[in-house]
């Protein structure tokens, strides 16, 4: 039962443009999400998040989107960088249910950036 | 913060073999966190220590694992008879409160378990 879901196993976009990375949750009681990328050979490394009282969430060139009606979050990159290239993962947690030490991820996907 | 830091980062074991693996967190954070990540998938959690306590094991731990955080520094994840289903990356994360903007998880870069 897959609780947090990346539809997308791949993408590829041209440096300079708008990456956008989706994410889709089923558990209701998620009311805290992040985005981790993850370069070969080495561990995630967090990127940013957002809280459920929140639709909009900014750091730099990054931007994370929160659809809590439809349980779907976004990341947007802009503008995509070649060192943008790498796996990205969604995450989730009930922070407010107790359980706020486990993360639940997604499958994650790979982004291509061309140069 | 010279980050989480894990030992070894490789391993290769014959079937039946007990494997054991390090994991040194960054030195203010007292929670830690073991998660593994099979091919294909995301990380999957396995265990949380706060401190020296183990809070949480999830499911996925059988009884052939079994993690320890002597004194609330470094921890252990020993697997006893290992099975070619153990293959997979072992990460060791840590954070300084529970998971949140101020405080993220910092992984490390894991350990990988080839079990022939």
């Not at chain 2, 220590?49 to 079994?66: G, T, V």
């Amino acid at each position: 039962d897959q609780q947090v879901k990346q539809n997308s196993p791949s993408l590829s976009v041209q440096e300079g443009r708008i990456s956008i990375l989706n994410c889709d949750y089923t558990n209701s009681m998620f009311d805290y999400f992040l985005w981790y990328k993850k370069y070969p050979a080495e561990g995630p490394t967090f990127l940013i998040s957002i809280s459920s009282i929140k639709d909009k969430n900014e750091d730099g060139r990054f931007t994370v989107f929160l659809n809590k009606s439809a349980k779907h979050l976004s990341l947007h990159i802009v503008p995509s960088q070649p060192g943008d290239s790498a796996v990205y993962f969604c995450a989730a947690s009930e922070n407010s249910g107790g359980s706020n030490y486990k993360l639940t991820f997604g499958k994650g996907t790979l982004l291509t950036v061309n140069p | 913060d010279t980050g989480v830091s894990q030992d070894p980062r490789h391993k290769i074991t014959k079937r039946g073999q007990n494997v054991t693996f390090r994991c040194d967190p960054i030195s203010e954070h007292n929670r830690l966190y073991w998660y593994r990540q099979t091919l294909g998938q995301g990380p999957e959690f396995l265990t949380y220590f706060q401190n020296e306590a183990q809070l949480e094991k999830s499911r996925l731990l059988s009884d052939r694992f079994s993690a320890e955080r002597p004194k609330g520094s470094f921890s252990t994840l020993e697997i006893q008879r290992t099975e070619q289903g153990d293959s997979a990356m072992y990460l060791c994360a840590s954070s300084r409160t529970a998971p949140s903007h101020n405080s993220p998880l910092h992984f490390g870069n894991g350990t990988r378990l080839t079990v022939t």
